[in-house]
Antibody, heavy 116, light 108 residues
Framework: EVQLVESGGGLVQPGGSLRLSCAVSGFTFSTYSMNWVRQAPGKGLEWVSYISSTGGIIHYADSVKGRFTISRDNAKDSLYLQMNSLRDEDTAVYYC?????????WGQGTLVTVSS | SYVLTQPPSVSVAPGKTARITCGGNNIATKSVHWYQQKPGQAPVLVIYYDTDRPSGIPERFSGSTSGNTATLTISRVEAGDEADYYCQVWDSSSAHRVFGGGTELTVL
């Protein structure tokens, strides 16, 4: 059974940092590209970042470029999102999602709240 | 950047057919994917590559594209279909994944 489990969310002050993790199981992680997608309270889905299976290709949404860093550890079947210089507008549930051109499997999300 | 436009809401009576549109420039030249999201839950893929259904998704869900519009059609709508629906494409010019704004489906 494919499972994706996010962790690392919480309350952080504006300008602060947070690192999200996504632990996967049930498939060969090293052969799949992955994404982070977020959803602000009461709002729609927003794609955040993409990383290829080897980590050699990375893309970011304009809203987070230069502040967020996506990475992966294929030996640990884990995906990460390092978030720096956080802003109020980064408050959202963050999902990791497996990429097969579509997003065929999603985690349950972790809530990040940026507030003073 | 590429923009996908969805109606904010669609209402339909039980047993009828719901059609949710997703507008984008020459969207028929792209692969369109659709997701269903119920309150408090993660999104679920319901249509991929314009018309294909993942295993476990009822045949009542279908997709199509033409020109500048992609359409998710739900036949014989049930109360359990009430959810938010999002279209999504890959924009090759920016290499970004793009979501539509979402459509709230209400079953009357």
């Amino acid at each position: 059974e494919v499972q994706l489990v996010e962790s690392g969310g919480g309350l952080v002050q504006p300008g602060g940092s947070l690192r999200l993790s996504c632990a996967v199981s049930g498939f060969t992680f090293s052969t799949y590209s992955m994404n982070w997608v977020r959803q602000a309270p009461g709002k729609g889905l927003e794609w955040v970042s993409y990383i290829s299976s080897t980590g050699g290709i990375i893309h970011y949404a304009d809203s987070v470029k230069g502040r967020f860093t996506i990475s992966r550890d294929n030996a640990k079947d884990s995906l990460y999102l390092q978030m720096n210089s956080l802003r109020d507008e980064d408050t959202a549930v963050y999902y990791c999602a497996r990429d097969t051109a579509d997003f065929d499997f999603w985690g349950q999300g972790t809530l990040v709240t940026v507030s003073s | 950047s590429y923009v996908l436009t969805q109606p904010p809401s669609v209402s339909v009576a039980p047993g009828k057919t719901a059609r949710i549109t997703c507008g984008g420039n020459n969207i028929a030249t792209k692969s369109v994917h659709w997701y269903q999201q119920k309150p408090g839950q993660a999104p679920v893929l319901v249509i991929y590559y314009d018309t294909d259904r993942p295993s476990g998704i009822p045949e009542r869900f279908s997709g199509s594209t033409s020109g500048n519009t992609a359409t998710l059609t739900i036949s014989r709508v049930e109360a359990g279909d009430e959810a938010d629906y999002y279209c999504q494409v890959w924009d090759s010019s920016s290499a970004h994944r793009v979501f539509g704004g979402g459509t709230e489906l209400t079953v009357l």
